[in-house]
C-alpha cells in the first residue's frame, strides 16, 4: 500500500438524473485536478427524490449510473466509488437494491455492496423514512476490496455506520479504508454524524472516507453534509462543510501503521 490523496465528495442531489449526473462530473473532475486517485460519491448522488419517484425510475437510474462510473473512473484513470443507488431486483418489479459499486480506472467493477440496514425510522423533527417500502435489503457483509496500491478497502452504506458489527467484520479481514457514503438527514446528523465516523475510525483503526448529501435535495428532505476523511487515530482531516464540494486528504500508510502501534487495540480483543 503506497500513501496517496482520497476525496469524498458532497453534492445537493435532486430529483433529475441527468443534471445531478453533469454535477457529479463536475466534482469528480475538481478532485481529479487537486490530485485525487480514490474518489467517493455519496449516497443518492444519481437521483434523490420521493420513493415513489425513484422506484419508477429505477431501472433508468441503475443503468446510467453504473455507465457514468464506468466512464468516469475511465476517463480520469481513477478509483470511484458510486455510493449509493438502486438497482431493480429481479423478480420483485417493486423494489431496488440500494447499491454501492467500486470502479477501477480501467472501468472494470472491482467491488459492489447491497445496503443491508434500511433507514425506517420516524425522526423526531416529524419526518418520516421508510426505506423499506421501496428498497429490497441486502443479505450479505459487505465486500473488501483488496488493492496493493490503495490498501484493503471496505464498503458500506449511510445508516450502517450505526451497526458497528459490520465494520468490525471488515476490519478482522484487514480493512484499511472504510467507505461511509452517506445521506444522513440534517436532524439525525447535527448530533450523530461525526460521532459515528469517528467511533468506526478509532474502534477499527482504519481511515474512514464519507462522502455526503447536504442541503435542501427536495421538499422537506434535507441532509447534513459535512462530507468527510478521518483518519486511524479519529482526527478529521478533511470537512467539506455545507455547500457542495470535496473533503480531500492524504491516506498515509506509515501514519495507519504507527497508529495500530500506538493504539494496538484489535491485537487485544477477548471476545469474537
Ligand atoms: O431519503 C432519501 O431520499 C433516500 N434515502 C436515504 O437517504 C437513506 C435511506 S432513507 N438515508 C439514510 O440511510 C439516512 C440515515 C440517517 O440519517 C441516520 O442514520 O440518522
Redesign the pocket.
Known sequence: MKSYLAAAIQMSSKPDLENNLVEAEELIELAVRRGAELIGLP??FAF??K?AD?ANQASEIALKAEKFLKRMAQRFQVTLLGGGFPVPVNDEPQKAY?TALLVAPSGQELARYRKVH??D?NVPDGNT?Q?SSTVMAGTELPPLYVSDIYGKIGLS???D??FPELYRHLSDKGADVLFVP????AY??KD?WKVLLQARAIENTCYIIAPA?TGN?YER?Y?HGHAMIIDPWGVILADAGEQTGIAIAEINASRLEQVRRQMPSLQHRVFG
Open positions: 449516497e443518492n434523490m427524490g420513493e425513484k440500494n434500511l433507514f425510522v423514512y426505506e452504506i449511510c445508516y455506520v450505526r452517506a445521506a444522513f438527514t439525525t446528523g450523530h448529501q435535495n428532505r441532509t
